[in-house]
């Protein structure tokens, strides 16, 4: 399963409309997540992939952004 797919994915549980969620999106400006939600996304993408990724403070990233964090992550880890 690509990046992108696990991400908007969870997006999705969390509750966003999936015709919302796009590369494009704006996790807090066009999907409105909340501090919350944006600690619900991380620690679901721990739990999924294993990686734990940071949010720039006060940075509204895209979708792609996001997916571009967590698979620098995923590069950053250990084969097991």
Not at 10 to 24: M, P, T, Y
Request: charged letters at 30%; glycine letters at 4%; a negative charge.
């Amino acid at each position: 399963m690509s990046t992108y797919a696990v991400v908007s994915t969870i997006l999705v549980d969390i509750g966003i409309e999936s015709a919302a969620v796009s590369d494009e999106s704006y996790l807090r400006g066009d999907l409105r997540l909340d501090s919350t939600e944006l600690v619900e996304v991380t620690l679901e993408l721990k739990r999924r992939l294993g990686v734990a990724v940071r949010f720039p403070p006060r940075t509204d990233l895209r979708v792609r952004e996001l997916c571009a964090l967590v698979d620098d992550a995923r590069a950053g880890q250990p084969i097991v």
